[in-house]
């Protein structure tokens, strides 16, 4: 049996009636802390990042070449678990 070299967890597929969370340009020149991820074997890695006492995700599309980032507006902490939970679940993308 071999083993599972992932370590994090894979995004499933959206579900139906899925919440589409706003994608922006990632924000400069600061701090941030990214507390989770899920794996990087996929074209698609999430982040669950914090700065300044608040959290966002972080999409990375892993491109021939450079990466392409993008972040959602920011939520508190709670929410951000919340909407960390709903990707780790398909109901958010």
């Known amino acids: 049996m071999p083993l599972n070299r992932c370590l994090s967890p894979h995004v499933p597929l959206a579900q139906a009636g899925h919440e589409r969370l ?17 794996c990087d074997c996929r074209a698609t890695v999430y982040g669950l990042c914090t700065a300044g006492g608040q959290g966002f995700i972080r999409r ?15 939520w508190t902490i709670p929410q951000t678990y919340e909407m960390w939970a709903a990707v780790l679940s398909g109901m958010a993308r």
């Open 60 to 74: 990375t599309l892993q491109r021939e070449g450079s990466p392409e980032v993008h972040e959602t507006h920011r």
């Open 22 to 38: 706003t994608w922006l340009e990632p924000r400069t020149g600061e701090r941030v802390r990214v507390k989770a991820w899920t």
